[in-house]
């Protein structure tokens, strides 16, 4: 399983609007199944500490709070070798203390354990 891209910028966001970060319906959170089986992965935005990030981008700061971010969904299905897209949407509170900042966030995707009650 994989996750693209790597890294993602977004620019020009106003304070107090809702914006897709990936404005291009060709565009999106790839999330890459390589297996021969289907797969739940679960998805959510976080600050950079909080999903295992320690270092960044100079000059850009963790986001204050991440909730200013949010997916479309928390669960993708993907199926067998191909991939699933998510979309990235952002709203940063309209404050004069978040104007003409660079905050860093996290998106982290794990593979949700298979339910395995009352399989013998």
Request: aromatic share 6%; glycine share 8%.
């Amino acid at each position: 399983m994989g996750i693209a891209p790597g890294v993602y910028v977004v620019g020009n966001v106003a304070p107090g609007q809702e914006i897709s970060a990936f404005p291009d319906d060709n565009n999106a959170l790839r999330i890459e199944n390589d297996t021969e089986q289907p797969i739940t992965v679960v998805v959510s935005v976080l600050r950079p500490r909080a999903g295992g990030l320690l270092r960044w981008e100079k000059g850009y700061e963790e986001i204050p709070d991440a909730s200013w971010c949010r997916l479309e969904k928390s669960e993708l299905e993907v199926p067998p070798k191909s991939i699933g897209k998510l979309k990235l949407f952002i709203k940063i509170p309209d404050s004069p203390a978040h104007y003409n900042r660079k905050w860093m966030v996290a998106v982290v995707c794990a593979q949700k354990p298979k339910d395995t009650k009352g399989v013998t």
